[in-house]
């Protein structure tokens, strides 16, 4: 299917286990975004690429991990999960000068 | 200073009026801007851009940009219950920062 996806949808973790989130997006964009949002805060990034195998923080980086080695796909990985890493994280696209495409949405709770 | 802010709202207003949502700017070299709508539970959608000072106008929405004062300005008019969600603006650029958000609610 054509867009941008995420995987799982939802996924419930226990603290200190690693979690992975997938972020898959079929336009070949050369950005993608990674962002939480929790009631408050809005949209934070957390981390982008501007293209394969060029990634940077954004706001919140602390506990993340990233890589980009296609093009397509953007994983997150929390490499030991905290209870106040529980959010709803966003994947988005675009190419350089339009909109940002956004996927599903992610729900991850800690426990 | 957050490169983007919008007044927090929440934002109230009855059925038909006239809905302003704001959102003031830090970065001078910032060009265009893009508004989005996100109903509850669902990710982010555009509604609008805006690429050059002044206003655009689609439907009942307007977007209004002015350098001069760094702002960014969403009027919904005619506002529908429809319309209640949260409306977040960005500007085009590298990182793609957003500000908090506005929440919207129409009541009928």
């Known amino acids: 299917d054509a867009g941008i996806t995420q995987s799982p949808r939802y996924k419930i973790t226990e603290t200190g286990r690693q979690v992975t989130l997938m972020c898959h997006q079929t336009w070949s964009h050369s950005y993608m975004f990674w962002y939480r949002q929790d009631l408050g805060h809005g949209l934070r990034l957390i981390y982008y690429?501007?293209?394969?195998?060029?990634?940077d923080k954004g706001e919140v980086p602390d506990g993340y991990v990233v890589s980009r080695s296609k093009t397509e796909n953007f994983p997150l990985t929390l490499e030991s999960a905290t209870r106040s890493q529980t959010s709803v994280y966003f994947c988005?696209?675009?190419?350089?000068?339009?909109?940002?495409?956004f996927g599903q949405g992610t729900r991850l709770t800690v426990v | 200073q957050k490169e983007v802010e919008q007044n927090s709202g929440p934002l109230s207003v009855p059925e038909g009026a006239i809905a302003s949502l704001n959102c003031t700017y830090s970065?001078?070299?910032?060009?265009?801007f893009f508004w989005y709508r996100q109903y509850s539970g669902k990710s982010p959608e555009l509604i609008m851009s805006?690429?050059?000072?002044g206003d655009k106008e689609d439907g009942r929405f307007t977007a209004q940009l002015n350098k001069a004062s760094q702002y960014v300005s969403l009027l919904i008019r005619d506002s529908q219950p429809s319309d209640s969600a949260t409306y977040l603006c960005?500007?085009?650029?590298?990182?793609?920062?957003f500000g908090r958000g506005t929440q919207l609610t129409v009541w009928p």
């Open positions: 988005a696209s675009r190419t350089g000068d339009t909109e940002a495409f």
């Open positions: 960005a500007p085009l650029g590298g990182r793609l920062y």
């Open positions: 805006i690429y050059s000072n």
């Open positions: 970065d001078r070299g910032s060009q265009s």
């Open positions: 690429s501007a293209a394969a195998d060029i990634t």
